[in-house]
């Protein structure tokens, strides 16, 4: 375990699940014979892309500020986010009635900015690629006085993301694989937490874009790595590291990461339009693109004949831009 190790445990995702019920949408798990056939498996697609604001991180955040004192409410919170992070603290202060500033980085898609402001947050906008989020970020914590609530490295945000997996097991059963989007690990974390408990066989992979496998060289070397911001499709994956918090919690639990190709998350995002009628972002079709696409961790084995639980992580995705890249 490592001397970062996290004390996180089932029971934070258990009491998150108590705080965000009737909040957070009981998103749906959707099956697909189609899916099915190309994979060899039973696939079980956890639906956050249905979730409010249309992504998984409002589960996360919504726990985050419902822990808030009166101090803290009174003042209001503060992120940093590409976009559907900005979106899920914005509503869920919105919801508590409590000021939101987010920082936002200047290249963010439209659609997502364009929400977050919709659901009364104020945007602050950075250049992700010569300026950091984090220093902005706790400056102006320090000087509006305001709690920081980071997308990712939060114990309370990490145990309303494991929610997720907790419902999924409870509809769907034990798992033997269950495959998770990757960025900063937030999701991974709190997923592979949900199973320790309630599928303590399943094996845990978190799938990454190949440009931005920080993730998997950090489980691989035993340390977190910092990598310059990756160009990928996958714009809710453009972490250059892991969280603290996220990093013990996935050494302690997960298995493997894998990476997938921008082209195999467009082949994924026609596909679940095609098949399940369904859009989703190309950061959401992360963990459907390695179970559609074949990938598995090298020496592991494929999925042929085992019960797959695959995390839909998001649908915030500009139409033209959706339309673009399934048409290219």
């Known amino acids: ?22 909040a957070a949408h009981r998103t749906p798990v959707l099956s697909s014979r189609t899916a099915d056939g ?13 979730q409010r604001m249309g992504a998984f991180k409002f589960r996360g955040a919504y726990n985050a500020i419902a822990k808030f004192t009166d101090a803290q409410r009174q003042a209001g919170v503060l992120t940093f986010s590409s976009g559907n992070h900005a979106q899920a603290i914005a509503l869920s202060a919105k919801l508590a009635g409590i000021r939101a500033a987010i920082i936002m980085p200047n290249d963010a898609p439209a659609l997502k900015v364009q929400a977050t402001k919709g659901y009364g947050g104020e945007v602050i906008f950075y250049d992700r690629y010569t300026e950091n989020r984090e220093e902005i970020g706790q400056r ?3 000087e509006r006085g305001m709690t920081l609530i980071p997308p990712y490295d939060h114990p309370d945000v990490i145990a309303g993301q494991g929610t997720a997996a907790k419902e999924l097991f409870d509809e769907a059963g034990e798992l033997d694989v269950l495959l998770v989007p990757l960025g900063g690990g937030g999701l991974l974390a709190g997923c592979a937490l949900a199973a320790s408990q309630l599928s303590p ?3 845990i992979i978190g799938v990454e874009p190949e440009a931005g496998n920080d993730g998997q060289q950090s489980l691989r070397s035993g340390a977190i ?24 919690v996935i050494q ?11 082209a195999q998350l467009v082949e994924t995002m026609k596909f679940l339009a095609e098949r399940m009628k369904m859009i989703v972002e190309p950061t959401g079709c ?23 639980g695959i995390l839909i992580s998001g649908g915030n995705v500009d139409l033209g831009r959706f339309a673009s890249l399934v048409a290219g």
Do not use: W
């Open 38 to 50: 190309i994979a060899g498996a039973n696939l079980f697609f956890k639906c956050e892309n249905f």
């Open 1 to 22: 375990m490592s001397e970062n190790a996290s004390p996180l445990q089932y029971s934070d995702v258990e009491q998150a699940a108590r705080r965000i019920e009737g």
């Open 201 to 203: 066989n399943c094996k």
């Open 140 to 142: 102006l914590a320090r």
């Open 252 to 262: 302690r639990l997960v298995d493997d990461i894998v990476t997938v190709s921008d």
């Open 286 to 308: 992360l963990a459907a693109a390695a179970a559609l696409q074949g990938v598995y961790p090298a020496g592991g084995e494929p999925l042929a004949g085992k019960k797959v």
């Open 225 to 248: 790595v910092d990598i310059g911001v990756p160009q990928t499709i996958a714009d809710g994956a453009q972490t250059s590291h892991l969280g603290r918090h996220n990093f013990a």
